[in-house]
């Protein structure tokens, strides 16, 4: 993606960078947020989805169509987008949405963001298995390096004991898979017919409440409304939804989109420092040591795929 005209270069590409990290900062708070929701306020998981799926797809949609007007509905013009559209929602949105929350919940925000973070090796052994693409040289690199990452933050580098309960880690695995699902089930809408990303997510967002709202209706078994729970939904919805999306679509006007890439690895750090000041999070030398490997693993292996596409065009 082109810089612009105005300013220089390297101003642009600063500027860039700047937005997309502020964005992947508000991720960072709203895994902390959710775990302060999931364990500090007794409200069911099942309508806490519900009524964050709900309020950010029908809050997109408001945008998408004040920028796009009749263009938001185009999506619905064939079968396949509208499978594509579902399937983004239910098995990429709503599933990332839910193996996270609970993920969080039954263990930590910074242990299941690392897990979600594995993302990427998931996207290539799915291209391994299902198209039978075979992985680059830098690929299995990264996928050792993050092995050994996972370990040491899972385990504390003693492997008698983990750092989080057994299901929470097998709720992150589940979040990182359907993290893979969420980044590759929208790209043919996007890229082959041509829909702004902000309008499939919106719509993604939308179905996904629909669903989960047919399951548990915000309206009943409403938890008690205090200051507190509205504050920490209106985060999530807003910090860790709607403005990061919208400040990472703005940086790519100024930066190329694998430039902005690099600074996912803030979204990691950010939870984890929150973590450790406001939950009073306990981390050892080894899951910093784990916790960084990883990072470093997934920067390699986007790093290395960036360099194929580059040849190729």
């Known amino acids: ?69 009749k263009e938001t509905f185009t999506i619905f013009k064939s079968w396949r987008e509208i499978g594509l559209v579902v399937a983004y929602a239910i098995f990429g949105l709503g599933a990332n949405l839910l193996t996270f929350y609970i993920s969080v919940q039954t263990g930590n925000a910074a242990a299941a963001t690392i897990l979600q973070y594995l993302s990427p090796l998931f996207i290539v052994l799915g291209s391994l298995l299902f198209k039978h693409v ?54 043919p809408l996007v890229r082959d017919y041509g829909h702004q990303p902000i309008t499939v997510l919106g719509w993604g967002t ?52 694998d430039v902005i890439s690099i600074v996912d690895a803030v979204q990691p750090v950010m939870t984890f420092v929150l973590s450790i000041i406001f939950l009073g999070l306990k981390i050892s030398i080894a899951e910093v040591v784990g916790s960084v490997l990883v990072i470093v693993a997934i920067y390699l292996l986007q790093r290395g795929r960036r360099k194929i596409v580059e040849k190729d065009f």
Not at 164 to 183: M, Q
């Open 134 to 187: 075979r992985p680059l040289r830098s690929d299995l690199i990264a996928f050792a390096v993050a092995m050994l990452g996972v370990f040491l933050a899972i385990t504390r580098g003693n492997i008698s004991q983990l750092a989080i309960p057994f299901d929470s880690l097998l709720w992150g695995i589940g979040s990182g898979i359907t993290a893979a699902f969420y980044v590759v089930l929208p790209r």
């Open 1 to 69: 993606m082109g810089l612009k005209k105005t300013g220089s270069a390297t101003e642009n590409v600063v500027k860039g960078i700047f937005w997309a990290t502020v964005a992947s900062a508000m991720f960072g708070v709203s895994g902390t947020v959710l775990q302060f929701i999931s364990q500090g306020q007794s409200i069911p998981t099942s309508w806490f989805l519900s009524a964050r799926t709900m309020g950010a797809g029908v809050t997109l949609l408001i945008i998408s169509m004040i920028m796009y007007g």
């Open 206 to 257: 939308f179905i996904a409440g629909v669903i989960f709202n047919i399951h548990q209706p915000v309206w009943v078994h409403t938890p008690p409304l205090t200051s507190t729970l509205l504050m920490s939904m209106a985060t999530v919805i807003i910090i860790g939804t709607i403005l990061p999306f919208a400040l990472l679509l703005y940086s790519t006007h100024f930066a190329p989109s």
